[in-house]
């Protein structure tokens, strides 16, 4: 993994209350967009600008912007189309800057991550809170969904050829271990979605089910090892990490903790401890530099194993706040309360 410094752009308190509103707000807008696209002037343009807007946010922070989608994506099934559809599009984009893909290619897969089930958009909502196996009927629905989404874009006067081909065939089956630089364009595209689509799908709960740790869905894809030749895994896994920003582990102390940011060393993060080795809230968490030495990570907990409420907006300060004052701040604490 490459290092990951702390972004310059966030300092103040007043723009960190900013970024946590602009999420959700992009999140809710996308909602509104997903579930009644004929009623929306200038549909492609709406894409766009939300587009813009993600890549924006990301820019600014981007182990604030993990943090945030993982949080969402692991705690809500309200509104869960929105939801995977956002958490797709920002970990494609990560994706597309970390394989170095053409400009073009990049904005097509994201704008495909965000638009791949619109053809279902009701149905992934209600799927999300139903507890019962999907009826004869769903089954039909989601099997034809890809060809039903992009039709619907061509509709709504989507002209992107790449972006039609990458939702109508999102569900394809792509050889993985050729090299994604010998795919066609449509292959590599639809080759990256899949997997993203998968990862999303597994950490996020249903009514039916719980959501996976991060790493669970990892293993769940690829096996227990990542091989290197499977370039979107690994690539996937060296970017975000095994416990990406967002996330809750178990540490070898007998900690529990949630991952503020990635270091520059793998899989290696900067976490705040929650809960002691006897299971009871820290009234003040406390932080390691994983890659410092003792705690280690022992294992990634999934999202329902831990039951806390968090204060994002304190998590993410204090996140950006270690990694700007380096690795001598293992043991710091908050103020008291700080939860």
């Known amino acids: 993994m490459s290092a990951h410094p702390a972004s310059t752009h966030a300092h103040s308190e007043g723009e960190y209350e900013d970024l946590l509103s602009l999420w959700s707000d992009l999140e809710s807008a996308l909602s509104v967009l997903l579930s009644r696209p004929l009623q929306v002037q200038d549909f492609p343009g709406k894409v766009r600008q939300f587009d813009a807007w993600l890549q924006d946010l990301v820019a600014h922070d981007i182990d604030a912007a993990l943090y945030l989608m993982f949080q969402h994506a692991s705690t809500s099934t309200v509104g869960y189309s929105a939801s995977h559809a956002l958490v797709c599009g920002t970990l494609c984009h990560i994706m597309a800057l970390e394989l170095k893909l053409p400009q073009r290619e990049r904005d097509s897969l994201v704008r495909a991550a965000l638009t791949m089930n619109i053809g279902m958009t009701t149905l992934q909502d209600e799927l999300a809170v139903q507890r019962e196996r999907p009826s004869t009927e769903q089954q039909e629905a989601i099997k034809s969904h890809p060809e039903d989404s992009m039709l619907l874009l061509e509709r709504l006067f989507i002209n992107d050829p790449l972006w039609l081909d990458v939702v109508g065939q999102h569900h394809a089956s792509i050889a993985e271990r050729v090299p994604l630089a010998n795919q066609e364009p449509i292959d590599r595209l639809t080759r990256i979605l899949g997997t993203i689509d998968r990862y999303a799908a597994m950490i996020s709960p249903r009514k039916s089910r719980a959501g996976r740790s991060a790493t669970d869905s990892v293993r769940a894809i690829v096996g227990q090892e990542v091989d290197q030749r499977d370039e979107v895994s690994y690539t996937l896994v060296r970017s975000i990490g095994l416990c990406p920003p967002g996330t809750f582990v178990k540490l070898d102390n007998g900690e529990t ?24 809230h820290r009234s003040q968490p ?44 293992r043991g710091l604490v908050t103020a008291p309360g700080a939860l």
């Not at 991952?259 to 993060?269: E, G, I, M, Q, T």
């Not at 809960?275 to 009871?280: A, I, M, Q, S």
């Not at 999934?302 to 950006?320: C, F, I, K, P, Y």
């Open 286 to 329: 406390s932080l390691y530099q994983t890659a410092s030495g003792k705690p280690r990570i022992q294992s990634a907990l999934a999202r329902s194993a831990v039951s806390l409420e968090l204060n994002h907006r304190t998590m993410v300060r204090l996140g950006l706040y270690a990694a700007q004052h380096g690795a001598g701040l």
């Open 257 to 280: 903790a949630i991952v503020l940011r990635r270091s520059d060393k793998a899989n290696h993060p900067l976490v705040a401890s929650l809960l002691d080795n006897t299971g009871n």
